[in-house]
């Protein structure tokens, strides 16, 4: 088979709701593992009110956007000082569209993800972070809950996104998560080698892993582009996984 290849990309990872006029616009916050020791607090909460409440005006000079505080009782924490189980916990966070907030409902219950904002106090969450309903958090609840294993002490986790190729203009369209590839995560120094397989999301998950610097690379099909520039460097640490998103490109 032909050398084959993919085009790696790290995402920046994003600390804080852009200020974007007309749309929200912010990375993708990675997942759970890189997510967290980002976060000031990560818990399990039901929504018991909200109420919409003014702001200071922005000191850049900026249209000032009103805002929602969340009041969450907290069921489960994992993260943050005074996030207790039993306890309420206030979060703010914008009314969306452009100013990137969060679209709670009272009486639902969410895994959030909030940090403290940039000179201030209390605690901000949006769309631009891993908050979600709870019934979403699966896979998030199942590394929270299991993170402090010795088998999930390191790891490497990512995505794989594939892209058709027009035969005409040859440009290149997103079609969705690549499923069932194989990816190889190879520690550099003594070649240690550990595979996974990307799951009906086109993430795949390597834990059990030592820290260290990791190549990186999938196993495609050969009606993608050879593997030239198939591989990327991956610095494991202690409490932050490395992470990586692929772009599969086909031939042209």
Known sequence: ?????VLL????VATWPARA??????ADPGPPCRALPRSDAVFVGKVAEITEVDTDPPRDGSVRRPQRRVRLVVEESFRGAGVERG??????TGLGGGDCGYGFEAG????VYAEHPTGGDGLYTGICSRTRPLSDAAVDLDYLRTRTRPERAAGIEGSIDELARDPETKDTRWVGPMRGVTVVAERQGDGRRWEAKTDEHGWFRIWGITFGKYTVR?????TFVPEATTRDDVTVESGVCGWVHMLATPQP
């Open 9 to 12: 990309a790290l995402v920046a």
């Open 218 to 222: 999938v196993k495609l099909p050969d």
């Open 87 to 92: 306890g309420a916990l206030e979060v703010t």
């Open 21 to 26: 006029a007309t749309a929200c616009s912010c």
């Open 1 to 5: 088979m032909a050398p084959l290849r």
């Open 108 to 111: 639902q219950r969410y895994l």
